[in-house]
Every structure is written in C-alpha cells, then in structure tokens.
C-alpha cells in the first residue's frame, strides 16, 4: 500500500516538474514572439520619430512625434508632396524630415522670385510657408534620376534641404525610411497628416 502511495507521489512531482517546464517553455516562445514581432514591426511597418527643428512649420512643429509608415513603399512610389524621412549625407544615424517636390526623370528649378518649376512649367502648391529667398543649388536646373527625388521643407527660408547639394541633395528611393503618416504627440494635434 505504501508503495502505491510513494510511486502516485513520484508521479504527481514528475508531472507537476514536467507543468512547470511546458510552464517555463510556453513564457520564453512568448517573450521570443514579442521580440521578433516588435523587431518586425520596427524595421518593416513603422516607427515612432520626433521633429527637431523648425523646418518643416507650419505643417510640423519643433517636438512633434510622428508615426513614420514604411509600407506603403514597398508596394507603390513615392508622390509628389508626401512628407519622407531620409538620413542626410554622411549621418546615417540621423533623421531630416521634409516634403518630396521632384519626382525621378524631372528637371527642378526655381528662379530669383522663388517660384519652383518642374520641367519648365510653375508648380502649384500651397506647403512653403513663405516665399524662397535663396534658390541655392536649385538656382540652375537639377534633373533628377531615375531614382532620385527632389524635397524642401516648408519652412523654405530655413531648411536644409535639396538645394544644399552638400548636405542634402537629391534624395535616392533606397534612402527613404518611410512616409510621416500621423502625429501622435502633442494630444491637441494628433491625427493623420496631409500630404496631398
């Protein structure tokens, strides 16, 4: 009788060491999943950035923390006044943020009154806070490649962007981090940004 009881007690431990394993094995998949998936997020659907600076007012503000989307992508082109984030030349780490005008193949120019022409003829738009003062490299024509894209922030008289051949340039496509999709801070603007 007695060895009845030891031999169910010497069961019951077995079976409760192999419920804590199944336990143990179950919490590591889990943390392992959430990692993986986080990882997969991060690298492949969206991130979250925050501007810095004033370049891109009066649509974005200085501390503004934006959801940056990196699918839409991989499935089609870029247009033209979608807001990218790209890192500028030589700082990979870091982040511009700033609104496409130039599309691959065309010629982009703007003349001493601050117009932007793309091939020859007058962009209309209504994103540049005030008129250019300084057409800089765009002075003369810049014709794009065929995977190049031209961008300005909106903020015209003080942003660092494709006119400054140096720093910024024309931006390639494999350069492009994602499209600035919805401002999530501060809470009294929150919401998806317009692009078009």
Do not use: C
């Amino acid at each position: 009788m007695q060895e009845k009881q030891d031999v169910r007690k010497d069961a019951a431990k077995e079976e409760e060491k192999l419920d804590i394993k199944k336990e143990i094995m179950s919490w590591i998949f889990y943390i392992l999943f959430v990692v993986v998936l986080t990882y997969l997020i991060i690298h492949f659907v969206g991130q979250r950035t925050v501007v810095d600076g004033r370049s891109m007012e009066n649509t974005l503000h200085d501390g503004d923390n934006l959801i940056v989307e990196k699918l839409s992508y991989r499935f089609g082109d870029p247009k033209r006044f979608d807001i990218i984030v790209f890192p500028p030349k030589g700082s990979p780490k870091e982040l511009y943020i700033k609104r496409i005008i130039g599309l691959p193949g065309e010629t982009v120019q703007i003349d001493d009154d601050g117009n932007i022409y793309i091939d020859g003829e007058l962009l209309e738009e209504n994103y540049g806070k005030e008129t250019i003062l300084n057409p800089g490299g765009a002075a003369e024509p810049i014709t794009l490649g065929d995977d190049e894209y031209f961008v300005l922030g909106d903020n015209r008289n003080n942003s660092t962007d494709s006119r400054n051949r140096g720093q910024v340039g024309n931006i390639k496509r494999e350069d492009i981090v994602g499209r600035a999709w919805v401002r999530i801070w501060p809470l009294s603007d929150i919401g998806v940004l317009k692009h078009q």
